[in-house]
Structures are given as C-alpha cells and as structure tokens.
C-alpha cells in the first residue's frame, strides 16, 4: 500500500505539465495546438478522472504535418546510416533515462499493470537499438550479373511515412513502427491512439532531445476519422504502418486506394492455445492463463480460446479456476497488480456484454463473468467453459482478461476448430510428440507459432498475421521491405547486339 501512495505520489510530478499544458501536437520541431484549437479530454480507466486536454488534430495540421515531413526527408534520406544508428541509439539512452515516467504515465493513461509496464520502456528502448544497428546496411543489395549486363540492386526509403497506433500497450508499439522506419531513412507522421496519447508525446520530445532533425518526425492527435483519415488520404505520404482492427484496417484500404498508399497492417486475433494430452499440462497451465491475463488481455496475441483435450479437460480447467479466481485485480501502479482497469467505458461495456451473450449462447461461466463495482473499468478474469467454436464468444474477439475454453477429441478435430476463425494472428501449440507439433503448425493458419511456449519476442523473427489479422510482417529486414523501395540498375558490360529497328 505505502508503495502505491509513492508511485502515486510520482505519478502526479511526472503528470502535473501534461494537467498545466496539455498533450500539443508537434510539427516540424514545434510543439502547437490543433489549427483549430479543439481539444478532447483524456481520461484515465483507473478512476475515471479527468488526465489531461489533448490536441484534436484536423486535416490542416496533417497537412502541416506531411509537408515537414515531406521537406525533411531528403537529408534524413542522404545522412549517412552511421549517423543514423548514433542517433536511434542516443533516442535509447534517452527512453531508458526516463523509464519510470514512462512506466507511470501509461499505466494511468491505458489501466495496465506496472509489472508489465515496467518493461515497456527497456523493450522499447531494444527496438530502437536493434534497428539503429541495421540502418548502416539498410540499403545494401545484390549483385545479379547476367551474359551483357552487371544487375545490381540497392534500397531506398519509400518516403514520408504515416504511422497509426492502438491504445493498447501504445508506447511499446509505437517504437516498434517508428525506430524500423527512421533506421531505413523514412520521414514520420505519427498518429497515435486517442484513447492514450501521453507516452507518444513522451517519446517524441526524447528523440528531438537526442539530435532527432526538426520535421523528421511529426506527431499529430485526434480522432481517427478525423486526423487518422486525413493521414491516409494524403498524397505525401507513401505508406502507411497501422496497428488496430481488422474493421479499421479495411477502412484505411479503401481511404488509402486514390493515393495508392502502401499499406503494412497488424490487426486483430483470436488466438488458439492447443492443449493436449501428452503435454507438459504445468507449464501449459501456465503459459495459457498468462497468454490471456497478462496486460488485461488486452493483446492482440492473447491466447483468447484454449481448446482442451477432453481426456484432461475437467481436471485443466479445474485447476484453471482457482488460478483465475486469484489473479490479482487492482490499481495499476501497485506492484502487486496483476489486472488493471480496461482502457475506456466503451471497451469496458463491449468486454462486459460477452458475460451475458455467453449464458445465452449456453456456456458456463467457469470464473469470472463480472464487472467489478467502482470509478474504474474494473472487470474479474472470467473463462468460459463449455464452449462450441461456433458461438461468438469463440469467434469475436474480445479484447479483454476472457477465455473461451472448447475441448477437442481428437488432432484432426483440433487443427479444423483452431482453423475455424477469420483471424491467423498467433497459435499456440502444447503437446510433448514432435511428430504431431510438426504435422500441426505445418496447417495452423497462423502467421506466428510457439510450440510448448509462451509468446516469446525475438526481434529477427517475422511478427504479423494472416487471415484478417494482417498484411505484410515486422521485424528484422521485413521490416526494411516495408518502408524501403527495391531498385534494380543494370549496367552493360560490353556492346551486346541492340534489336535495331527501322535500319
Ligand atoms: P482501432 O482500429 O479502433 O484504432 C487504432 C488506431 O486507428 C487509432 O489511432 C485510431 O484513432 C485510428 N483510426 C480509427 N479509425 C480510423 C480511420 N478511419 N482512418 C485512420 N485511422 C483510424 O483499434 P484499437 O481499438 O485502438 O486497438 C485494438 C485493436 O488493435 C485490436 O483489434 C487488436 O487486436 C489490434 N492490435 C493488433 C496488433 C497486431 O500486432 N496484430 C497489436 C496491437 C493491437
């Protein structure tokens, strides 16, 4: 208790500018209201209370935003990637110096638990370095000699690039997006969630306080219909990196189509945790209650349906619910929290109208299935038990701490329900026969699988979706695929015949 009075006690200090002054958009190395002067009102899902105004972003400041971006990006383009890796690594240093901050602000801003949160800066910090290091050999290519010509290919940066980001864990992803972008020589517009805007403010004061150029980076708030739209219609801007619902994303297509924008997406999911018999059920056990718990379910990789071997399900999911049952729901900024509030009333009623579509679909409420009464968006950890894949409680995704459990009696009939889905986000598999795991991530529609694992990230590896959970893959050099333009030139090695027309 002492200790959350003291983080508490911080959290005022860290929050008092943004109470004072408000989150202002940034364009072209000036901090500024919107062109309209509109602001919203930022609340925070602990207690409700108000946090502070925000910029409501309009077309206009886009616009300013993308001209800047537009200018300044051929000498972010030009500047060596040596200089580049200084910078992104100084914008490390930087985020790793205010940790803490970081840490406080956005578990008041997003309801997520500091035990998690904690970590948000150090990861976010990894992204900036791991890419800083790739940006020296960012544009490097191949060399594709044929009989007359030497082919050589090199990268470039596609251009001024937008960038749209979700409320849920919002600091960690927005470096993920940006650092991969300004390591390949991209400009940014950044259009973070409006549901959490402070730590996108946070982070773009440390990277223009680490040498970031005026104009390199931009950030603009607001309403994704209003800001958001105007960001993918605009014409200077080539690509767009989008985070959010599948629902959002085909919005974004359709808007983006005039311009012809490139688009990389990282949409939902209603991930499958496969249980069966022959597994290792402690860790299981384990690895699935945290896959669905941890950051109040609020992931897009959660773990949200288990699908059970019968022969062990009662006694797995018996187990499951006394663990349920003491997750720790709490004030985000107590280190013992486990749970925190969901992000904002509307998502709060959304997450709390499957409590009763379950019941009347016919699944039991195994733990859980309750709002809890407060301020806050407070909700239990709830599972779902006996379950078919057909309910919408199976098919939806949920977005908070609910798991919709299904048994299975067979491999045949595990792999077609975990396929049963339009998403392909994650999957999960638990069995101790490497033959069968082989066999079941081979036809797993799943853009990312961990065997006898929990989701595990390693910055190389490819991270996106299939299915309606997304298009196109971060980390390591896809992401360079993303936000850089192959170019192939071929030079003549000698005088071949040239087909001579009209001699
Ligand atoms: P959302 O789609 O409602 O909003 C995401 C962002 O898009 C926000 O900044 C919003 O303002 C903006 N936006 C909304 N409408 C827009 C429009 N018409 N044009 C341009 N921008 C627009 O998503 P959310 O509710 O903030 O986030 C939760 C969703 O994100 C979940 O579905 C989750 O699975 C998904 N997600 C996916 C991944 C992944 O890697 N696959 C990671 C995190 C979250």
């Given at each position: 208790m002492a200790q959350l009075e003291d983080n508490i006690a911080k959290l005022e200090d860290y929050l008092k500018r943004f109470r004072d002054g408000g989150v202002l958009n940034h364009i072209n190395g000036k901090s500024q209201a919107s062109s309209s002067g509109a602001t919203f009102d930022n609340h925070s899902p602990v207690d409700g209370k108000l946090i502070c105004a925000v910029a409501r972003g309009t077309a206009d400041d886009v616009d300013a935003a993308a001209k800047a971006a537009k200018a300044a990006f051929p000498a972010w383009r030009d500047m060596p990637g040596t200089e580049r890796k200084k910078i992104l690594h100084r914008i490390a240093d930087g985020i790793v110096a205010r940790a803490e901050e970081i840490a406080f602000a956005e578990c008041y801003d997003t309801g997520q638990a500091l035990r998690f949160m904690s970590k948000a800066a150090i990861r976010g910090a990894e992204n900036f370095r791991y890419f800083g290091d790739l940006a020296p050999s960012a544009r490097d290519g191949k060399q594709l000699p044929s009989a007359t010509l030497m082919n050589v290919t090199t990268r470039l940066p596609i251009g001024p690039v937008g960038i749209i980001t979700p409320w849920n864990t919002p600091f960690m992803l927005s470096t993920w997006k940006i650092a991969p972008a300004l390591a390949a020589g991209c400009t940014v517009v950044h259009k973070p969630a409006e549901f959490s805007p402070v730590t996108a403010r946070i982070l773009l004061e440390i990277a223009e306080e680490a040498g970031l150029p005026p104009g390199v980076w931009n950030l603009v708030n607001g309403f994704g219909e209003e800001a958001g739209k105007a960001l993918t219609e605009?014409?200077?801007?080539?690509a767009i990196a989008f985070v959010g619902e599948s629902q959002t994303g085909s919005m974004i297509m359709r808007q983006g189509a005039a311009t012809l924008k490139r688009v990389h997406f990282e949409l939902g999911g209603k991930n499958p945790v496969v249980v069966f018999d022959d597994a290792d059920l402690d860790r299981a056990l384990d690895a699935a209650i945290f896959m669905i718990y941890s950051l109040n379910g609020e992931?897009?990789?959660?773990?949200?349906r288990l699908l059970i071997q019968d022969s062990i399900a009662d006694k797995f999911l018996e187990r499951m619910v006394a663990r349920v049952n003491n997750i720790r729901v709490g004030h985000?900024?107590?280190?013992?929290?486990?749970i925190g509030p969901l992000i904002h009333k509307e998502h709060f009623d959304k997450v709390c109208s499957y409590f009763d579509l379950a019941k009347s679909e016919g699944a039991t409420i195994a733990a859980g299935g309750e709002a809890i009464a407060g301020d806050g968006y407070f909700v239990r950890p709830t599972l779902f038990a006996n379950a078919t894949n057909d309910m919408r409680i199976a098919q939806e995704e949920i977005f908070g701490p609910v798991l919709t459990a299904i048994t299975f009696d067979s491999e045949e009939q595990a792999l077609a329900l975990a396929n049963d889905t339009q998403y392909g986000l994650t999957g999960y598999v638990w069995t101790n026969n490497i033959a069968r795991a082989m066999r079941f991530t081979e036809k797993l529609e799943a853009g990312m699988i961990w065997v006898n694992s929990e989701n595990v990230r390693h910055l190389p590896t490819p991270f996106g979706g299939v299915k309606a959970s997304g298009i196109g893959r971060d980390g390591g050099d896809w992401s360079f695929e993303f936000y850089m333009e192959q170019k192939h030139i071929g030079f003549a090695t000698g005088a071949h015949k040239i087909p001579q027309l009209g001699a």
């Open positions: 605009h014409r200077d801007i080539k992931r897009c990789t959660s773990s949200s985000p900024l107590d280190p013992d929290t486990e």
